[in-house]
């Protein structure tokens, strides 16, 4: 699995399960992942990358504060699960 900088996952483990998070790096085994609430953009989570799920979703990560970074976020999130329910309508 690759993945970039900017890229949005969903983490589907741990304690943080069902979470959006931003990809602010990777490695060959590791994400680094931030949603600027709990971890800041300054102090990623690193998180095996067997636990997320990616998404087809981007942010922008240039100029990005953690402010931005939660509402980007929580508007991806609130986008995502409207169209998902109007596929089950």
């Known amino acids: 699995m690759k993945f970039a ?4 996952v969903i983490s589907s483990a741990g ?4 979470n959006w998070f931003v990809v602010t790096g ?6 680094y992942i931030a949603d600027g609430k709990e ?5 990623p989570k690193r998180k095996n ?8 979703l981007t942010v922008t990560l240039t100029d990005m504060t953690d402010k931005a970074l939660r ?7 609130k986008q995502s699960i409207a169209e998902e329910s109007e596929k089950l309508v």
């Open 71 to 77: 509402r980007a976020l929580n508007a991806l999130s």
């Open 15 to 18: 304690h943080d399960s069902g």
């Open 39 to 43: 971890r800041k953009l300054s102090a």
């Open 49 to 56: 990358i067997k636990h997320i799920r990616k998404t087809e």
């Open 26 to 31: 990777a490695d060959e085994r590791y994400v």
């Open 5 to 8: 900088s900017g890229m949005v």
